[in-house]
């Protein structure tokens, strides 16, 4: 692989991370700042990583039966306050309307933070019978947090999301399509984004407010740290009988319906950017890249150059891949650097000699690897690397993961494994006791992530009190 440092407007990962990352987002024109702290502008290059991204996940949903809606963005603060978990999980990130103009309103209105009182308001008016269920709900919407420390896609004020809320007639179809969404959000990261997942469920102590019970995938980024990149809710009937959503069951029976919610965001974009980017920018998946393949026409001042890599762009078009041609006035030099940057897949080179060959040089990002193939073969070869950048990138993002991941059975050796080798994800055996688990990331720093569908005894004695453990736990550090 060739390591060499192409754009120098780029700080080095190594010397500030966090610097490392602005670069990118600002100078791979993700994002722009505005005057409101926390808010940005999602620039053509970024929105159209998240069009991709929406596109994808939302024909997934529509193949496994959902149906796109679109709650109203207020909330009244009577509606918000009729569930008194949820309210209190999400009063201190609410934003209030509290004039119209310059009226005082009567009422209060909450910025939406997510819609599960909304959708509750709805459901009420619209379920009556068994018939009417079950409701397989999303949207693509914006909400509003107000956070205190914001970076951009990982955590910003206000975010673009998809929510699912879905309503059902029995629990164990509730608890199934909560786990089905689990399932798509995994594939997609894995299959899609190249980023290799942890599924699990959540602590009580770190489950949605006012859920049953809460599932997460977690991947963990370029530094070890992890990224909760979605999240599926079961809520049970606590939302129905707080909202009085009643329906006449099979019996002829007054019943209460089960309901979960589910969500992911522009955080995915964060997370693409500290899973796959390096010190020459972002490099990015092949599904969502806005091109996939640019063409740079070298000596392009020369006759048929240009022509050539029209030509090409049209049969590389053809075969579905989506590609550009920069023959602006810019050196090859400067182009190489900024698709770089830009993290296109694949970048071909097309100049005279090539053309007298009939050939042109494939480069693929992810590695920088060179390869000379005949032109009228260019097509095949360009789908084929773009399949190789995607395994690629995940096999790097899969061998930084197993390569940060340590077992303990202590907390001083969670602390001992840290302080040798970084943040990473810990492996380690839990009793169930919320005061062990506060204890556990007081000492370390290090909190819970989520207990992994896949267990493994790593001791039979909790990393805390060293009483007997009844599951295994992945701890680690989150943005």
Not at 6 to 31: F, Q, R, S
Not at 163 to 173: K, L, N, Q, R, S
Not at 246 to 271: A, C, E, M
Not at 420 to 435: F, H, L, P, V
Request: aromatic fraction near 8%; hydrophobic fraction near 35%; glycine fraction near 8%.
């Amino acid at each position: 692989m060739d390591n060499r440092k192409m754009v120098n407007d780029i700080t080095a990962m190594d010397e500030d991370l966090a610097k490392w990352y602005t670069d990118i987002v600002k100078k791979a024109e993700l994002v722009e700042y505005t005057s409101v702290k926390g808010c940005v502008v999602i620039r053509p290059y970024g929105y159209a990583i998240w069009e991709n991204i929406q596109r994808i996940l939302d024909g997934m949903f529509k193949d496994t039966g959902h149906e796109n809606v679109c709650m109203p963005m207020f909330i009244p603060e009577s509606l918000l306050n009729k569930e008194k978990e949820h309210v209190e999980g999400f009063a201190p990130e609410v934003a209030w309307v509290t004039h119209g103009g310059n009226d005082k309103l009567e009422e209060r209105l909450c910025v939406r933070p997510t819609s599960e009182t909304l959708f509750c308001e709805h459901y009420a008016n619209i379920i009556h019978s068994y018939r009417d269920l079950p409701k397989l709900y999303n949207q693509w919407v914006s909400v509003v947090r107000w956070e205190k420390t914001t970076r951009p896609f990982l955590r910003s004020r206000e975010f673009l999301w998809q929510e699912g809320h879905t309503i059902h007639e029995t629990a164990d179809e509730a608890i199934c399509e909560t786990e089905r969404m689990l399932d798509i959000y995994a594939d997609f990261c894995e299959q899609v984004l190249a980023m290799p997942v942890i599924k699990g469920r959540k602590t009580e102590s770190d489950k949605f407010a006012g859920a049953v019970a809460t599932y997460a995938i977690e991947a963990m980024m370029h530094d070890g740290k992890s990224l909760q990149a979605g999240t599926s809710h079961y809520f049970g009937d606590g939302f129905a009988k707080a909202f009085d959503i009643t329906f006449s069951d099979r019996n002829n029976q007054k019943s209460y319906p089960h309901q979960t919610s589910w969500g992911v965001s522009t955080r995915l974009i964060g997370g693409i950017i500290m899973t796959h980017g390096d010190d020459n920018g972002l490099a990015l998946p092949p599904a969502v890249a806005p091109i996939q393949a640019v063409i740079i026409p070298i000596a392009a001042h020369k006759g048929g150059v240009v022509e050539k890599a029209r030509e090409l762009e049209k049969t590389l078009g053809a075969a579905g891949v989506r590609v550009t041609v920069d023959d602006s006035d810019n050196s090859p030099g400067w182009k190489f650097a900024q698709y770089e940057m830009k993290g296109v897949p694949v970048r071909i080179e097309l100049g005279p000699r090539d053309i007298e060959k009939g050939e042109c040089v494939i480069v693929t990002r992810h590695n920088r690897e060179k390869t000379t193939v005949r032109l009228e073969a260019a097509p095949a070869e360009v789908v084929k690397k773009l399949g190789q950048v995607q395994d690629g990138l995940y096999q790097r993002a899969l061998q930084n993961r197993k390569r940060r991941t340590y077992d303990c059975k202590t907390t001083d050796e969670m602390i001992e494994v840290m302080d040798k080798n970084g943040d990473g994800y810990i492996r380690a055996m839990w009793c169930g006791s919320e005061q062990c688990e506060a204890a556990v990331k007081e000492k370390t720093g290090a909190g819970s992530r989520c207990i992994p569908f896949e267990q493994e005894a790593v001791s039979d004695k909790c990393v805390c009190c060293g009483k007997p453990a009844t599951t295994m736990v992945l701890w680690g550090k989150a943005y």
